[in-house]
């Protein structure tokens, strides 16, 4: 699906995105959700000049902001599964970037909107692939597109570091959270 298909529950999610900002109630959205971020807020989603499914490198932004929600990393692996991408909403600041989606992170102050996904688990990475067979093989030809096999035996070396990755994001969404 896509944010920008006809679907009955899409206004209804983009208003109850722009009103938890305008709350400052942090808002987190990985892949569709941050698509779903970018749009409500004045961005754009289109579709990504190459579809990215499977592991690939994503690299940190140089700025205190990407610092401050990713720590002192360079570069990680992360997993994708995506074919569009979102541009900035004003006011955002970029985090990450990968060869082939320029746009995978922003920050605007407390709300952090994903492209790439750092909520993987095993199952979930054995289910998406088998349930999206058909996608993977149509898309093979494609740079960013890795087979079903590959991706799987990548799972044991790639988890734990973007569990960690997914840790560190997720407490510092946490501290959004907290009341002043």
């Known amino acids: ?12 999610v983009l208003e109850l995105i722009r009103d938890a900002v305008a709350r400052d109630i942090p808002v987190l959205g990985h892949c569709l959700g941050g698509q ?20 690939g490198e994503v690299s940190l932004s140089v700025s205190a902001e990407a610092r401050a929600w ?3 990393i360079k570069n ?3 997993f994708h599964w995506h074919g569009e991408t979102f541009s900035l909403p004003n006011g955002a600041t970029h985090l990450l970037s990968s060869k082939h989606c320029t746009n995978q992170a922003y ?6 909107a994903l492209q790439c996904h750092v909520e993987m688990t095993e ?3 054995r289910e998406w692939c088998e349930i999206g067979a058909d996608e993977i ?4 030809h494609s740079a960013g597109v890795q ?4 991706i799987q035996n990548q799972v044991a070396q790639n988890l734990p570091p973007l569990h960690k990755l997914a840790d560190r994001l997720y407490a510092k969404w946490i501290e959004g959270l907290q009341r002043q």
């Open 76 to 78: 990680a692996t992360v």
């Open 36 to 55: 779903l971020m970018s749009r409500a807020l004045g961005g754009t989603v289109r579709k990504n000049a190459v579809k990215e499914i499977g592991w």
């Open 107 to 112: 920050a605007l102050g407390k709300h952090l």
């Open 123 to 125: 199952a979930m990475i």
């Open 137 to 140: 093989s149509a898309n093979l």
């Open 147 to 150: 087979s079903a096999t590959a």
């Open 70 to 72: 990713f720590g002192e």
């Open 1 to 12: 699906m896509s944010v920008n298909d006809a679907l009955p529950w899409s206004e209804p």
